[in-house]
């Protein structure tokens, strides 16, 4: 009996050493595959999108083409003459200064940025080409335009193209060339309008709507944000539009290639108001009175009816930085004062935005950070970057020159030494801080690439001893 009693003992023992030494091999094989990991292997390509969209709907105000300033600063001191303004930082959104942005004003030829929008896209699409001929219905001809419209001076059989055209609409804000245009892009004005009313809808504005092309009628509609908003879409999807159309400084035309067959190139009489057959060259300077005047000015749009006053699209880049201003009604008893009050406006937003603001690139920002998870039935996840701004917005804050300003921003990862347990993706785990100095400029969440459930209770045991 005692015999058999110590050999149960010993078969015991023997059992319960076997489990602990199964165990602590366990969590020794646990160990080793722990120190060898240095990545976690990305989640398939249906997680990845799911996430992405869940992302996307989550942290929906980063994808606007306008955002708030990540940080507070006081109120800057810019005297603007004009009723409306705005000046934001084309690269992420940020909205730096803004005076009655939302006021609903007509945005005179500023329209015209949406018609280049809807051609550039028929380019961009390869449905249309720069060195297409436009054929020019009467609707489109210099003579037929309403009185006082700003021309391009299309007549009767010109030969032109799209090109030609779209310098005509940037440069002398052609009434003509945006007649031109809605008819060779769809066939009528009222289509034309529908795919520009389309684009602004597209783009999530709101108090935007159009009933012509030109911008020659009060009744069509935006504020100065969104006009700002669609801008920023424009230089981001066409930023080639800027030095093609919007930075040249003036514009001939006719030229004596634009002849309709037959026409005789040279000087004509105009004592009857304008012919159909338009036969002699005029050369026009851009009406942008910030051109070859404000450094790095290479656009926007200008804009005039009585009913909007003076409105000016304008748009400056100097050393990467590139910002963007929209004022509108401005005053003036006429051109030449309207002229004056752009220019004042323009220079003080952009000589205020230079003088204390510049971009520090996040192009090449790491974005994915590997962390291991012990507890769970993954060893390892990806902490990703709830989302990816291209730069951050550094103001002149310490002291320093903004060059030594740039200098001093720093990237700091805050991530945890380990996670564990259930694991949920998409929920923030980490942060990216963008500081300068002890002035926080930028905070990106890092959130879980991955879901994993908690291990079972000796999986948890193995890691807790590892830990």
């Not at 409306?84 to 930082?89: G, V």
């Not at 057959?277 to 790095?296: D, F, V």
């Not at 930085?321 to 752009?342: I, P, Y």
């Not at 012990?374 to 903004?402: D, H, M, R």
Request: charged share 20%; with cysteine; proline share 4%.
């Amino acid at each position: 009996m005692k015999k058999s009693r110590i050999i149960k003992i010993s078969i015991a023992a023997g059992f319960v050493f076997a489990l602990f030494a199964g165990f602590f091999i366990f969590a020794g094989v646990r160990n080793s595959q722990f120190s060898k990991l240095t990545s976690a292997q990305p989640v398939d390509f249906e997680l990845q999108a799911k996430l992405n969209l869940e992302l996307k709907n989550r942290y929906a105000d980063q994808n606007n083409l306008l955002t708030s300033l990540p940080y507070t600063l006081p109120e800057l001191s810019i005297q603007v003459g004009a009723d409306s303004a705005i000046l934001i930082d084309i690269s992420n959104g940020n909205i730096i200064y803004e005076k009655n942005a939302d006021k609903v004003i007509p945005p005179a030829s500023m329209t015209k940025l949406f018609a280049m929008y809807v051609v550039e896209e028929e380019v961009l699409q390869g449905r249309m080409n720069y060195s297409d001929i436009i054929p020019l219905p009467p609707e489109c001809w210099a003579c037929n335009m309403p009185p006082h419209s700003s021309l391009m001076f299309l007549g009767k059989g010109q030969i032109v193209t799209l090109e030609e055209l779209l310098l005509g609409l940037s440069i002398c804000s052609g009434n003509d060339a945006a007649y031109a245009l809605a008819y060779a892009v769809c066939g009528s004005m009222e289509d034309f309008v529908e795919r520009m009313n389309q684009a602004a809808i597209d783009a999530g504005l709101t108090h935007t709507h159009f009933v012509e092309s030109s911008g020659y009628s009060e009744l069509n509609v935006t504020t100065a944000r969104e006009m700002a908003a669609f801008c920023r879409l424009y230089i981001l999807k066409h930023p080639g539009s800027l030095k093609k159309f919007h930075s040249v400084a003036s514009f001939t035309y006719p030229k004596e290639r634009n002849m309709a067959p037959g026409d005789r190139y040279g000087a004509q009489d105009w004592s009857n108001g304008l012919p159909e057959s338009i036969t002699m060259g005029i050369t026009q300077e851009n009406t942008n009175p910030l051109l070859g005047r404000l450094a790095g000015c290479d656009g926007l749009k200008t804009g005039y009816i009585d009913e909007s006053g003076y409105n000016l699209a304008l748009t400056v880049e100097r050393n990467g930085t590139r910002f963007l201003s929209v004022t509108m009604g401005g005053k003036g008893n006429n051109t030449k004062e309207g002229q004056a009050g752009r220019v004042a406006d323009g220079t003080e937003i952009m000589e205020t935005a230079f003088s204390i603001f510049r971009d520090y690139d996040l192009s090449n920002l790491q974005t994915s950070y590997f962390v291991k998870l012990y507890a769970a039935k993954e060893k390892g996840l990806n902490l990703i970057a709830a989302y990816k701004p291209q730069s951050v917005c550094v103001p002149f804050v310490t002291g320093n020159s903004i060059a030594e300003n740039l200098q001093n921003v720093s990237v700091n990862v805050i991530i945890p030494d380990y996670l564990q347990g259930q694991i949920t993706a998409g929920a923030e785990y980490g942060k990216i801080e963008i500081t300068l100095g002890n002035y926080i400029l930028q905070t990106i969440p890092l959130v879980a690439d991955r879901s994993t459930e908690k291990a079972g209770w000796i999986t948890c045991l193995a890691d807790a001893i590892i830990k």
